[in-house]
């Protein structure tokens, strides 16, 4: 974790711990005042405090400075710790730092590190920086990429492409395909092109299908619409059923009447019917005057 985030994490916590304090409306003014010393605070009356209070005070910002060096934040008191606080300290504070530098962060500090370990760190620099300009990201800084780096990053780049241009994506550049590529590249647009006619969707370009994928097509077509005929769907289009399909919802329709009639639920049209059907109705009851 770098100094920085620290520093924000430990301001947060403490403007938490006050502000649940204040709204408690329990904690005394000598109380805020005694945690405001505590922690360091313009706010801090010591004029408040008792003698044991002061003590406590004392030991609370002695233990918040060791934190402060062993975290390597510019608050860091050197003068105030013992030997072996000095000690502890500067033993976390390197080995903070090196954290720091492994994981690329700006708050490392290169001259602080062994011949080793800059070795170590470059090294880790370096695999960062290829695994970025590999991923395409703005933090990749080809100028420090080896010669086997940058045929990689190049392959990636070319991969990267190929696959824009295979989904159909915006970002496909076909000047940069091969020939072999392009004709992979064709191949899949047409039986995107096809599937999309298939299923009804956009885009599709009838002008791209062989004669086997418009049959498919129009067979789908057909059954989409006869489905939604017998949904009864808003999009049907009677007229592009065949006379057998027009029949058959004819029939179907005709048997949802008869059943609405008879037993007086849904939408019932009596003219619809057969006179053997209708004297086979209950009696319709008067209307309501």
């Given at each position: 974790m770098s100094t920085g985030t620290r520093n924000v994490l430990r301001f947060l916590v403490a403007a938490f711990v006050l502000s649940q304090a204040s709204g408690a409306g329990q904690t005394s003014t000598h109380d805020r005042n005694l945690a405001a010393c505590k922690d360091g605070w313009s706010l801090c009356d010591r004029a408040m405090l008792s003698g044991s209070e002061l003590t406590e005070v004392e030991a609370a910002r002695h233990s918040k400075n060791i934190d402060d060096c062993r975290s390597g934040l510019p608050s860091c008191d050197q003068s105030q710790l013992t030997p072996s606080e000095a000690n502890s300290a500067a033993v976390a504070s390197y080995q903070l730092n090196l954290s720091d530098c492994k994981l690329?962060?700006?708050?490392?500090?290169?001259?602080?590190?062994?011949?080793?370990?800059?070795?170590?760190?470059?090294?880790?620099?370096?695999?960062?920086?290829?695994?970025?300009?590999?991923?395409?990201?703005?933090?990749?800084d080809t100028s420090q990429l080896t010669p086997a780096q940058r045929i990689q990053v190049i392959q990636a780049a070319q991969q990267r492409n190929l696959g824009n241009c295979e989904n159909g994506w915006d970002l496909c550049d076909q000047s940069k395909l091969t020939p072999s590529e392009f004709r992979l590249v064709q191949t899949f647009e047409r039986q995107r092109n096809a599937n999309n006619c298939r299923s009804g969707?956009?885009?599709?370009?009838?002008?791209?299908?062989?004669?086997?994928?418009?049959?498919?097509?129009?067979?789908?077509?057909?059954?989409?619409?006869?489905?939604?005929?017998?949904?009864?769907?808003?999009?049907?289009?009677?007229?592009?059923?065949s006379k057998a399909e027009t029949a058959a919802l004819q029939t179907k329709d005709h048997q949802r009447n008869l059943k609405a009639c008879a037993e007086g639920i849904g939408y019932c049209d009596r003219s619809l019917l057969t006179e053997v059907e209708l004297r086979s109705l209950p009696a319709e009851p008067p209307a309501k005057k």
């Open positions: 690329g962060l700006q708050s490392c500090d290169h001259t602080r590190l062994s011949r080793r370990e800059a070795i170590a760190v470059s090294a880790g620099e370096q695999e960062r920086n290829r695994s970025d300009c590999i991923d395409d990201l703005s933090s990749c969707g956009e885009p599709c370009d009838h002008s791209k299908l062989s004669a086997a994928e418009m049959k498919q097509v129009l067979a789908m077509k057909r059954q989409r619409n006869l489905q939604s005929c017998t949904d009864g769907e808003a999009s049907c289009h009677f007229s592009d059923l």
